[in-house]
């Protein structure tokens, strides 16, 4: 089984800065595409940013040009590093990475607990 911990989540003021981090572990697995999402109270869940192994990106048009994803492969994390961060962010944001366990299995999706982000104005 696989586990994804965020970390780094907390209280900011509009224009801060956090960086979020999530840890894949597990007996064996493979790592593909990771990314992170977000769901604000009364919210469905949304698409924030996401990384593939080669290294392309893709953002949300809510944060592009703030929100800035990474991965480091050898580690099995992601981060995203939040600039200029709005009111509008406070939600909590999950990692969620697509894993295979064994060569003979279907890819399937992994999520984390999630971490709560809150920007005061």
């Known amino acids: 089984q696989v586990q994804l911990v965020e970390s780094g989540g907390g209280l900011v003021q509009a224009g801060d800065s956090l960086r979020l981090s999530c840890a894949a572990s597990?007996?064996?697995?493979?790592?593909?595409?990771m990314g992170w999402f977000r769901q604000a109270p009364g919210k469905e869940r949304e698409f924030v940013a996401s990384?593939?192994?080669?290294?392309?990106?893709y953002y949300a048009e809510s944060v592009k040009g703030r929100f800035s994803i990474s991965r480091d492969n050898a580690k099995n994390t992601v981060h995203l590093q939040m600039n200029t961060l709005k009111p509008e962010d406070t939600a909590v944001y999950y990692c969620?990475?697509?894993?295979?366990?064994?060569?003979?299995?279907?890819?399937?999706?992994?999520w984390g607990q999630g971490t709560q982000v809150t920007v005061s104005s």
């Open positions: 990384i593939r192994t080669s290294g392309s990106t």
């Open positions: 969620k990475a697509k894993i295979q366990t064994a060569v003979w299995r279907p890819l399937s999706d992994a």
């Open positions: 597990g007996r064996t697995f493979t790592l593909y595409t």
